[in-house]
Structures are given as C-alpha cells and as structure tokens.
Nanobody
Framework: QVQLVESGGGLVQPGGSLRLSCAAS????????IGWFRQAPGKEREMVSC????????YYADSVKGRFTISRDNAKNTVYLQMNSLKPEDTAVYYC????????????????????WGNGTLVTVSS
C-alpha cells in the first residue's frame, strides 16, 4: 500500500524550530520529486519547498527561503523539512507530496496534481 505519513508538527514559539518528517511506504521516495506544501486557515494550499528526484536540487518559496531546509534520507525512505526562525505566519497544516515526473520550481507553487499526498501535520507558531 502506497502511503506518505508526515510527523513532527506541534506548537512552537516564534523564533523556534521544528523538523517535519515525511515517511514513505509502498514505494521508493528517491525515485520521486517531493514537495512540502502548507495550507493556512482561509488560504490556498501552497508549496514551500521541493527536492528533485534526478539530482536532489532544491526549491524554496520566497517566504521560507533562508529559514527552511529540505533533505532526503534514502536509507530511511524519508524526506525532512527543517524549519528555523519560525514566524506566526508559518502556522498551517503541512503536507508532503510525491510525484514521479514533475520538476521542482515556481510552477508548482499552487500545483495540486502530485501523485501521492500525506494527510498533513499541524504546525502552530504562537507565543
């Protein structure tokens, strides 16, 4: 059974850090581009980061550039999103998604056609 499971969300104070994990089962993540998306209340789901399957090149939305880092651990079939210097506006449900053919870039910002999606993990940044 193909499955993506996110974990690592929670409540954190502004300026704090969290590391989200996206664990895959039923397929090999290394063969897929992986995107991290987020959806805040009342807003559209948007991609914040992506890592390509071919060369592990990365993409970050301007809103998180310099604060978030995406990475893979192929041995664990897991992708991570390290989030530092968190702001209240980072509060959202974070989803990981996998696609075998997409190339990471700005065109994926509001792309919802990824092959597989997780169920999300809630990140709340508040004092």
């Amino acid at each position: 059974q193909v499955q993506l499971v996110e974990s690592g969300g929670g409540l954190v104070q502004p300026g704090g850090s969290l590391r989200l994990s996206c664990a895959a089962s039923g397929f090999t993540l290394d063969d897929y581009a992986i995107g991290w998306f987020r959806q805040a209340p009342g807003k559209e789901r948007e991609m914040v980061s992506c890592i390509s399957s071919s060369d592990d090149s990365t993409y970050y939305a301007d809103s998180v550039k310099g604060r978030f880092t995406i990475s893979r651990d192929n041995a664990k079939n897991t992708v991570y999103l390290q989030m530092n210097s968190l702001k209240p506006e980072d509060t959202a449900v974070y989803y990981c998604a996998a696609d075998r053919t997409v190339v990471c870039g700005t065109h994926l910002l509001y792309y919802y056609g990824m092959d597989y999606w997780g169920n999300g993990t809630l990140v709340t940044v508040s004092s």
